[in-house]
C-alpha cells in the first residue's frame, strides 16, 4: 500500500512553505503529494511546485495528485490538458482525480453556468471523455454536459494520465470501477472502505473489467497535537464541515456527504448536532459536542504515539491510503508533527 500526504489550503501555507514541506515528506518516506481544488489557486500549478520541491530529496520526484477537481470548475478538454502537461512534466508521476463537488443542488451549479443534469450521467461523460483524450484518442462526444467533434490533445506521447473519480454512494463507486483508473474516497470507516471495494468490483465486472485494475485511494484525516481536546476540536470541526451539511426540510433525503455519514451509522449523532444547531449553537459547540467515537472511526486525533496504528487501521483495503493533515493549531510546526507521526513505517 502507498501512503501519501495530503496538504490544503487550510493549513494557510506560503509557497515557499508549500516547498519546505514537500520536501520534507520526501525525507520521511511518503510516496505521495496531494491536494483537493477549490474556485481558488489552481491546483495543477500547486503540484508541480510541490513535486520540483521534491526532486532534490526523492530520485525522479515524489508522485502528486488532485483529488478531486469539482468538475463545474473546467471543461473536460481543459482538466485533459492540465493533466497531461502535469504528466509530461512530471515523467508520468501525476494522478488526476475529479468529482462532481456540488453541482447535485442548484446553489452548486449556479455560479458556474453548469447544465441541470443528473450527477452520475455528468461523472459518466467526463470520466470517460477525459480518460479517452489522455489515452491519445480522437474524440466525439454528444452529451447532455457537453459536446466535443474529432477533438484531440496535441501531446505525443499520448499522457495516459490516471483519472480517479471521486466517489461515496454506491452508484458513484461502481461508475468508478466501471469507467476510471481508480476511486478516490473520503471520511471513511474500515468497513465503508470494505463496501467501496466490493461496489467498484461489481463495476468493473459489469463493464467487463478486472477490478484488480482500479485503484482505492482515500483521505485519513490525522490532527496530532500533545494537547487531545486542541485535536478533537480540530478534527471535529472538519468532519461537521462535511457531515452535517446545510440545513434541510423535514423529510428531504439526505444528500452527498450527509447521506454518505449516515450510510455509516451515524444518522443520530448528526440528527442531535442538527438540533444544536437549530438552537443557535456555535460550531466551536458542535464540535465539543461531537461525538469522539465518531472522529475516531473516520480519522485520528491524539498524540504522536497513537498515529501509526490508528492509520493503518483506517487504511486497511486501500491501494493508496494519503494521510491528510488537519492542524490543531496554525502553524507549520502543527503540521509537521501531523507528518513526523503519520510517516510510512512510523
Not at 466517489?167 to 469507467?179: K, Q
Not at 478486472?210 to 480540530?234: F, S
Not at 444547531?277 to 466551536?284: A, E, H, K, V, Y
Request: proline share 6%; hydrophobic share 45%; net charge negative.
Amino acid at each position: 500500500m502507498e501512503i501519501g500526504i495530503g496538504l490544503d489550503r487550510t493549513l494557510g501555507l506560503s509557497p515557499a512553505e508549500e516547498a519546505e514541506l514537500s520536501a520534507e515528506a520526501a525525507r520521511l518516506g511518503y510516496a505521495s503529494i496531494w491536494t483537493p481544488e477549490g474556485p481558488g489557486y489552481d491546483s495543477f500549478q500547486i503540484c508541480l511546485h510541490r513535486w520540483e520541491a521534491t526532486r532534490s530529496v526523492a530520485p525522479g520526484g515524489l508522485s502528486t495528485g488532485i483529488s478531486v477537481s469539482p468538475v463545474a470548475l473546467r471543461t473536460p478538454f481543459s482538466l485533459a490538458m492540465s493533466a497531461g502537461t502535469a504528466s509530461v512534466l512530471t515523467q508520468g508521476r501525476f494522478v488526476l482525480g475529479i468529482g462532481a463537488g456540488a453541482v447535485h443542488t442548484p446553489e452548486g451549479r449556479r455560479p458556474y453556468a453548469f447544465p441541470d443534469v443528473g450527477v452520475i450521467e455528468t461523472m459518466r461523460e467526463y470520466v470517460t471523455v477525459v480518460r479517452s483524450l489522455v489515452a491519445g484518442e480522437e474524440v466525439t462526444h454528444d452529451g447532455r454536459v457537453f459536446r466535443l467533434s474529432g477533438a484531440s490533445l496535441d501531446i505525443s506521447p499520448a499522457p495516459g494520465t490516471p483519472v480517479y473519480l471521486g466517489a461515496l454512494g454506491p452508484r458513484m463507486v461502481r461508475l468508478a470501477g466501471e469507467t476510471a483508473d481508480g476511486a478516490a474516497l473520503n471520511w471513511c470507516t474500515p468497513e465503508q472502505v470494505a463496501w467501496s471495494r466490493m461496489r467498484v468490483a461489481e463495476g468493473a465486472l459489469a463493464a467487463g473489467r478486472d477490478p484488480a485494475g482500479v485503484k482505492l485511494a482515500e483521505y485519513i484525516r490525522v490532527c496530532v497535537d500533545d494537547d487531545t481536546d486542541a485535536a478533537r476540536v480540530a478534527l471535529a470541526k472538519a468532519a461537521l464541515g462535511y457531515a452535517m451539511g446545510p440545513r434541510r426540510s423535514s423529510g428531504a433525503k439526505p444528500m452527498g456527504y450527509r447521506a454518505h455519514f449516515e450510510r455509516m451509522g451515524f444518522a443520530g449523532e448528526l440528527a442531535e448536532l442538527d438540533r444544536m444547531r437549530d438552537r443557535g449553537s456555535s460550531m466551536d459547540e458542535l464540535a465539543a459536542a461531537c461525538p469522539e467515537e465518531m472522529l475516531r472511526r473516520v480519522g485520528y486525533f491524539g498524540d504522536a504515539a497513537g498515529a501509526s496504528e490508528a492509520i493503518r487501521r483506517l487504511a486497511e483495503g486501500l491501494d493508496v491510503a494519503v494521510v491528510r493533515v488537519v492542524a490543531a493549531r496554525p502553524s507549520v510546526g502543527s503540521v509537521l508533527a501531523t507528518m513526523r507521526a503519520g510517516q510510512p513505517g512510523a
